[in-house]
């Protein structure tokens, strides 16, 4: 299989059994593609943010997996599972906010326990390509769910990319975007830069010029007087793992936008697959919040933008509590002001993942 993803932009490209990721750290001025050849490069990639986004650093470790047992195999025979076993733990570590990561390599993990090694590799790969496809496909019915749930908009505002380069293609936030925009519900799209790693402005506004889709781009500190401007009807967002009392975290700003919303009654709208949701995380104190380094926020493209003795704190994600959220869209179906009840029964009810 060659292309799951139809879109144009394409993060994650896996032919004839070889892996290679759109090198997200160079956009949007370099378009260039990195091949992927063992567990240790994917989980390097991962944590130098070549791939990021929920869903998209879960493909990656899934496609990643296949490349580990077909290694661990050559390596070493029948005796291969203890090696492959710790590239499953260092892939699983790669980055702690997004649960995708965990969900994906124990859904593979389950694959190789339950396959001999005849048969293990064949196996392996189905499910990573399952994994993929499932999550474009999933993609375009949240893009559907949640146009549906917007009227006519003004505007809506998106934050850090939610689209294409964050899942296996579509989008989630972004999908919810281009279907409404397609749809003629929208009629400007709004993305904040993003501060400190600009996914806004470097991903998302190239990702929407891409697509032919016209955008405008804020500062993140812009938001709350664009609201108080009434330039914006929703902000729609995606999530890194949404706990199991509706409590999401997403990209670090994403809480501050909507106390933002709820003050000044613009809607607030998350769009997650069921892969994003961990009934394990009780609510959203239980979830490991990742604080990069400090680099990040002193240096701007590669200069150094504030004095070499400033310390700087930089956590990369933020908990949104399920309070603020007027909208949970799913794959399984939309959730209006998500709560513990309402987010289980998308796993018990009829076609519950
Ligand atoms: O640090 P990143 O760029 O991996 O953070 C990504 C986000 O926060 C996205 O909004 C989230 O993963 C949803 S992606 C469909």
Not at 93 to 112: E, K, S
Not at 248 to 262: D, E, H, M, Q
Request: with cysteine; glycine share 8%.
């Amino acid at each position: 299989m060659t292309t799951i993803n139809e879109n144009k932009v394409q993060a994650i490209i896996w032919t004839r059994g070889e892996l290679s990721l759109l090198d997200q750290r160079h956009l949007p001025s370099r378009t260039e593609y990195l091949a992927i050849d063992s567990a240790q490069a994917a989980a390097a990639a991962i944590r130098a943010m070549v791939v990021r986004g929920a869903p998209a650093i879960g493909i990656t470790a899934a496609y990643a997996i296949v490349l580990a047992g077909r290694r661990r195999l050559a390596e070493h025979g029948s005796a291969w599972r203890e090696a492959f076993e710790q590239d499953l733990e260092l892939l699983s570590a790669a980055r702690p906010t997004a649960v995708n990561l965990r969900w994906a390599v124990a859904r593979m993990r389950q694959v190789a326990d339950q396959n001999e090694d005849g048969t293990v590799l064949a196996a392996l790969t189905a499910t990573a390509e399952s994994i993929h496809a499932e999550d474009v496909a999933s993609n375009h019915r949240m893009g559907e769910l949640g146009a549906a749930c917007i009227g006519a908009a003004n505007g809506v505002l998106t934050h850090c990319n939610a689209g294409s380069l964050a899942t296996g293609g579509y989008g989630t936030a972004l999908g919810v975007i281009r279907r409404a925009y397609a749809d003629g519900r929208i009629r400007e799209v709004y993305a904040g830069e993003t501060r400190p790693w600009l996914q806004g402005a470097r991903l998302t506004a190239w990702e929407l010029v891409q697509e032919g889709i016209p955008v405008t781009l804020i500062p993140d500190s812009a938001a709350a007087h664009l609201m108080r401007e009434r330039r914006f009807d929703w902000v729609i967002v995606g999530a890194d793992r949404v706990a199991a009392n509706g409590d999401a975290a997403n990209k670090i700003g994403t809480y501050s936008l909507a106390v933002n919303a709820r003050h000044h009654g613009v809607k607030f709208m998350v769009v997650a697959p069921t892969s994003t949701i961990d009934l394990e995380t009780a609510c959203g104190n239980d979830v490991p919040i990742e604080e990069r380094g400090g680099d990040e926020v002193t240096t701007c493209a590669g200069t150094q933008i504030a004095p070499s003795a400033a310390r700087a704190c930089n956590p990369v994600f933020d908990v949104t509590p399920a309070e603020l959220i007027d909208v949970l869209v799913t794959e399984q179906g939309v959730i209006r002001r998500p709560r513990r009840e309402s987010i289980e029964a998308l796993f018990t009810g009829p076609g519950g993942r």
